[in-house]
């Protein structure tokens, strides 16, 4: 007993600098994450990313900003980046379109707990018109510089739905830092079931349909990548979710895809717990 204390004694001062250092490197890492991430937002407004301070928009963008920390911003003007996946183009949308899509976003995230969004790293929503990416029309591309791109030209359920699933992929990403491999996830399939080549692939109209003769999937598009499918299945939850119970009620498989994600979501932020649920996936 008298060693043992004599060690303990010996090794908390030891301790206690181990922490404090842990402690001060953490604070480091947070300090340096905020300060690249003003970086970022300086050259997405020299881009001509404007935030949205004034207009028909500004107050459902400041009311967003207040109580989930997410700010939108708007192109003022073309746009092209270089990006792995092709070039991204973009244009100015009308400020009507633009009112519309952040009142959306306003009613949309505000459904979420704000640690939910806190920790999916979610910090922008560029507003855009004409999206594109190598050439092709997109709807939305997440995880760029921290930000949602997200085309306004849409009709409001689709933008609606929309908006969950690129939540979804921030939340994915923030999990585990990547998105293609999930083998619990595609346990849940068919065991002879191949996913597609992505979602670029699969940008058909109508594939991102609620899907009511589709075994084990709730689109088309849920088949072209594992990630799309837990995004698909996630949007239509929040979107959907009457429809959804009444598909998942007589297919198993999506039964067992809705319990797994709610289950991953629970572990992710305690807060999306069953009563997030009974109350329509909201606060």
């Known amino acids: 007993m008298t060693v043992t204390v004599a060690v303990a004694l010996l090794a908390s001062p030891s301790f206690g600098l181990?922490?404090?250092?842990?402690?001060?490197?953490?604070?480091?890492?947070?300090?340096?994450?905020?300060?690249?991430?003003?970086?970022?937002?300086?050259?997405?407004?020299?881009?001509?990313?404007?935030?949205?301070?004034?207009?028909?928009?500004?107050p459902h963008a400041r009311e967003l900003e207040m109580a989930r920390g997410i700010e939108?911003?708007?192109?003022?003007?073309?746009?092209?980046l270089d990006l792995a996946g092709g070039v991204l183009a973009g244009d100015r949308a009308s400020e009507l379109e633009v009112e519309r899509a952040a009142r959306v976003l306003k009613e949309e995230l505000t459904r979420y707990p704000t640690r939910f969004l806190a920790q999916s790293r979610l910090r922008r929503v560029v507003l855009t018109r004409f999206l594109s990416e190598g050439g092709a029309p997109i709807p939305s591309l997440p995880n760029l510089e921290g930000s949602l791109v997200?085309?306004?030209?849409?009709?409001e359920a689709f933008l609606r739905r929309l908006i969950h699933h690129e939540v979804f992929h921030f939340?994915?990403?923030?999990?585990?830092?990547?998105?293609?491999?999930?083998?619990?996830?595609?346990?849940?399939n068919d065991r002879w079931f191949v996913y597609g080549s992505g979602g670029r692939y699969a940008r058909a109209p109508g594939?991102?349909?609620?899907?009511?003769?589709?075994?084990?999937?709730?689109?088309?598009?849920?088949?072209?990548?594992?990630?799309?499918?837990?995004?698909?299945?996630?949007?239509?939850?929040?979107?959907?979710?009457?429809?959804?119970?009444?598909?998942a009620a007589r297919d198993p498989v999506i039964k067992r895809k809705i319990l797994a994600l709610r289950a991953a979501l629970h572990e992710f932020c305690p807060e999306i717990d069953g009563r997030f649920w009974a109350r329509g996936g909201s606060i």
């Open 18 to 58: 181990l922490a404090s250092h842990l402690d001060d490197s953490k604070a480091m890492a947070r300090e340096l994450a905020r300060e690249a991430d003003v970086r970022l937002r300086e050259e997405q407004i020299q881009r001509g990313w404007d935030p949205l301070s004034t207009g028909p928009a500004s």
């Open 150 to 155: 997200l085309d306004v030209d849409a009709q």
């Open 207 to 247: 594939s991102g349909r609620l899907a009511e003769d589709l075994p084990g999937f709730v689109s088309r598009y849920a088949t072209s990548a594992l990630e799309e499918d837990k995004a698909e299945t996630f949007a239509f939850s929040m979107a959907a979710p009457l429809r959804l119970d009444a598909i």
């Open 171 to 188: 939340v994915d990403y923030a999990g585990d830092d990547q998105l293609k491999c999930d083998p619990a996830w595609q346990k849940l």
């Open 72 to 80: 939108i911003l708007a192109a003022t003007r073309g746009f092209r």
